[in-house]
């Protein structure tokens, strides 16, 4: 049976996870426990993906087997996905985004997994997410451009509007992390707690008829809207790179330069 709780809401429905059951015996706080809950569901998936990543690419052949040929399928697409979002420069930032989706992906369909939860339905991970991307996006910025270059970003054309644009340019910069993180955990609460409900509903009738599933279309709609959430916010992060990464010629001569070394010595990927 679904128990209250979740993503923060107090009352609302929550699928239970065989997780919570164990953290229970330590985190006594109903909201500490649901916090400890997604954030161990988030490790352990980030553990499941290193593990997979280790046991899919130590026997790498020149002549590929099918499953080999899967996951380079993979990379060429995510590889495909970041060229068109960022440019000749996005192999620099393909394990970034490729990470970013595959992790993200699998945390959102955590929720139609029996006994499991989902971690971005909780405000803590994709808060954690988005302050991630936030961090590499300012350090990429500085890195490609210079001090010099990343201010000049805020200030913008022409340069008499700086009083104008410099506030307007670090307002949308804080905002950036706020709007990835509320957009996925909204959506993935939304999806987890509208299944919850739709099992409490079913669950009266299970002793007394067949098992009646009306929550299977919702599950349906997870599969796609988990894909969807983890492509939002893959996409969002390359608009947000190549906002800093990806300007006019003459935005200066370290921008050049940097762009110019980046496209002499891409980084190597596995064919």
Not at 140 to 165: C, D, Q, S
Request: hydrophobic content about 50%; proline content about 7%.
């Amino acid at each position: 049976m679904p128990h209250e709780g979740g993503g923060g809401e107090g009352g609302v429905p929550h699928n239970p996870s065989f997780l919570a059951l164990i953290l229970e015996h330590f985190f006594h706080n109903h909201q500490t426990l649901v916090n400890a809950e997604a954030i161990s569901a988030s490790v352990i998936t980030a553990a499941v993906i290193v593990l997979l990543a280790y046991l899919l690419t130590r026997n790498m052949q020149r002549v590929p087997n099918r499953l080999q040929a899967a996951v380079e399928w993979v990379v060429e697409q995510l590889d495909g996905f970041t060229r068109n979002a960022i440019g000749p420069q996005s192999r620099t930032y393909l394990a970034l985004v490729g990470t970013l989706f595959i992790y993200i992906l699998l945390m959102n369909l955590g929720g139609v997994i029996p006994l499991w939860t989902s971690p971005t339905a909780n405000m803590n991970v994709t808060i954690a997410l988005a302050i991630s991307v936030f961090i590499y996006v300012q350090y990429e910025g500085i890195r490609v451009n210079g001090i010099k270059g990343y201010f000049r970003h805020f200030v913008g054309e022409p340069v008499w509007l700086a009083p104008l644009n410099f506030p307007l340019h670090v307002i949308g910069e804080l905002a950036r992390p706020v709007s990835l993180s509320v957009r996925l955990f909204g959506n993935i609460f939304g999806e987890d707690t509208v299944i919850a409900v739709l099992i409490a509903l079913v669950a009266p009738l299970v002793i007394p008829f067949k098992f009646i599933p009306l929550h299977f279309p919702m599950l349906l709609l997870s599969l796609f809207t988990s894909f969807v959430q983890a492509m939002v916010f893959a996409i969002l992060t390359c608009i947000y790179i190549a906002g800093f990464v990806v300007h006019e010629d003459g935005h200066g001569e370290h921008h050049a330069e940097a762009h110019t070394a980046i496209d002499q010595h891409p980084p190597r990927v596995p064919a």
